[in-house]
């Protein structure tokens, strides 16, 4: 099923400037995966060497966050619209 | 080149200075396009650290949405960010490094017992290992 994944603005040029991607995916970590393998160069600003999703890196499903559904397991049907959000974090050292 | 009005920077500044000893945040809003950018407007925001805000600063994806509209409604950009670092160098740590995202650009400002001090900007190189820091231009003028 085609979804839609938004591409927040710091990841455009990874993505050959789009701003959204059609993509075929049954659940979010499908959409994910699939977007990472179009985009290598997204993967190391999405993913930690860990394997897992950034913790500054949200995710939504229309308007609900991942989180607070079944994360990468989350279904998506077509007509989903898939949204990276960053969140921003930092600070002085310790 | 970050280009920077001097009433916006000085709008930091005092945000900085307010919130010592805690770190202040806020968004950058502006003309991204080319290889200078243009900052025209700022949203102060909260600094969502409470467990550690004199040393750690967090913006929820709730409020950059709020940053995206507020910069669409102007019909500008959401461009990078600002924030302290009290009684720290102005320059970015490895936990900000860990965290950043590319493309923005990140002001950090020392403020030193409550006295801001200097202010620099930085954008991550793709690689994450690194910073390429971008001069700030300031120009006098209003905030837009």
Redesign the interface.
């Known amino acids: 099923m085609p979804v839609k994944v938004i591409i ?7 993505a050959g400037k789009h701003e959204s991607v059609s993509l075929e995916a049954g659940t979010v970590g499908d959409a994910l995966t699939a977007l990472t393998s179009q985009f290598s ?1 997204l993967k ?2 999405l993913y930690s060497d860990d394997g897992r999703l ?3 890196v ?1 995710v ?1 499903v229309n308007d609900e ?1 991942i989180r607070y559904l079944q994360r990468e397991k989350t279904a998506v049907q077509q007509g989903d619209t898939i949204s990276i ?10 | 080149m970050l280009i920077l009005k001097q009433s916006l920077f000085e709008q930091i500044q005092a945000h900085g200075a307010r919130d010592y000893p805690n770190e202040c945040c806020g968004a950058l809003l502006g003309d991204g396009g080319g290889t200078d950018r243009t900052v025209l407007g700022l949203v102060p925001l909260a600094n969502q650290r409470d467990d550690s805000p004199s040393n750690r600063f967090e913006i929820t994806s709730e409020d950059v949405r709020l940053a995206e509209k507020a910069a669409s409604d102007k019909g500008w950009e959401l461009i990078g960010w600002y924030h302290s670092h009290p009684d720290s160098p102005a320059r970015p740590s490895d936990f900000d490094r860990e965290h950043a995202w590319p493309w923005y650009s990140y002001i950090i400002f020392r403020v030193e017992k409550g006295e801001p001090r200097e202010m620099r900007s930085w954008r991550l190189n793709d690689d994450r290992a690194s910073y390429a820091e971008e001069g700030i231009e300031y120009i006098a003028g209003a905030p837009a």
Not at chain 1, 88 to 94: F, L, Q, Y
């Open positions: 927040p603005t710091p990841l455009r040029q990874f160069d190391k600003h950034r913790s500054f949200n939504y966050d959000v960053p969140s921003i974090a930092g600070g002085a050292k310790a």
